[in-house]
């Protein structure tokens, strides 16, 4: 199907006043809300129905989550520029913000998997407590959000040359919703940081 057929791609649609991609991205994003509010609040339960619930930071390494959330708060801004750079017609900035976005992806995972290798030769599994139960699967489908974001991420990045030339707002556009997934991603660990380590 020719992109003629496919309406408001690159401007906005006239009811909703965004692209149908963005608009997909919103709608995509908020199936994404109910996954994580509803693990939010298994943990708020399970919480609240235990008196002998850990304090996180008597388990968790509260200064390798302090940098990995800058990591990733750094990435953010990254992902950003990115899509400021081809907003300014410098696809060479795009791919160094985009190339630093990535880095910073696998610091994140990196951080993560020693923290990971950690509580688990300490014999800290999820079957140890509910606390490494609700821990190991809130971060871990969290990773893996992250991970899902590299894989498109690079995409964009390896065929930047060839999208920015054929549809320059297009590729802008695509960036844009990548962008609104990424900071998706930061958010969730801007809350799953105090929840799990720091109450």
Same mark, same amino acid.
Do not use: C
């Given at each position: 199907?020719?992109?003629?057929?496919?309406?408001?791609?690159?401007?906005?649609?006239?009811?909703?006043?965004?692209?149908?991609?963005?608009?997909?991205?919103?709608?995509?994003?908020?199936?994404?809300?109910?996954?994580?509010?509803?693990?939010?609040?298994?943990?708020?339960?399970?919480?609240?129905?235990?008196? *002998?619930?850990?304090?996180?930071?008597?388990?968790?390494? /509260?200064?390798?989550?302090?940098? =990995?959330?800058?990591? !990733? &708060? #750094? @990435?953010?801004?990254?992902?950003?520029?990115s899509?400021?750079?081809?907003?300014?017609?410098?696809?060479?900035k795009?791919?160094?913000?985009?190339?630093?976005?990535?880095?910073?992806?696998?610091?994140?995972?990196?951080?993560?998997?020693?923290?990971?290798?950690?509580?688990i030769?300490?014999g800290?599994?999820?079957?140890?407590?509910?606390f490494?139960?609700?821990?190991? *699967?809130?971060?871990?489908?969290?990773?893996?959000?992250? /991970?899902?974001?590299?894989?498109? =991420?690079?995409?964009? !990045? &390896? #065929? @930047?040359?060839?999208?920015?030339?054929?549809?320059?707002?297009?590729?802008?556009?695509?960036?844009?919703?990548?962008?609104?997934?990424?900071?998706?991603?930061?958010?969730?660990?801007?809350?799953l940081?105090?929840?799990?380590?720091?109450?």
């Amino acid at each position: 199907m020719s992109d003629a057929l496919i309406k408001y791609i690159d401007t906005p649609h006239p009811v909703t006043g965004v692209t149908n991609s963005k608009l997909g991205m919103w709608l995509f994003l908020a199936t994404e809300v109910m996954l994580f509010g509803g693990l939010f609040s298994a943990y708020i339960i399970l919480r609240s129905g235990d008196p *002998t619930w850990p304090h996180g930071s008597q388990f968790l390494d /509260i200064n390798l989550a302090t940098i =990995n959330t800058m990591v !990733l &708060i #750094t @990435s953010s801004v990254t992902m950003v520029m990115s899509w400021a750079s081809l907003m300014m017609k410098s696809l060479s900035k795009f791919r160094l913000y985009m190339g630093v976005t990535i880095i910073l992806s696998f610091v994140f995972l990196v951080i993560k998997y020693f923290e990971y290798s950690h509580k688990i030769h300490l014999g800290y599994l999820p079957k140890t407590h509910n606390f490494f139960g609700i821990y190991f *699967t809130l971060t871990g489908l969290h990773g893996l959000h992250i /991970i899902g974001g590299i894989f498109v =991420n690079l995409y964009f !990045l &390896i #065929t @930047s040359g060839k999208a920015w030339r054929e549809a320059p707002t297009t590729f802008t556009g695509r960036i844009e919703a990548a962008g609104l997934y990424w900071h998706f991603v930061d958010l969730v660990w801007i809350f799953l940081f105090p929840a799990l380590y720091l109450l």
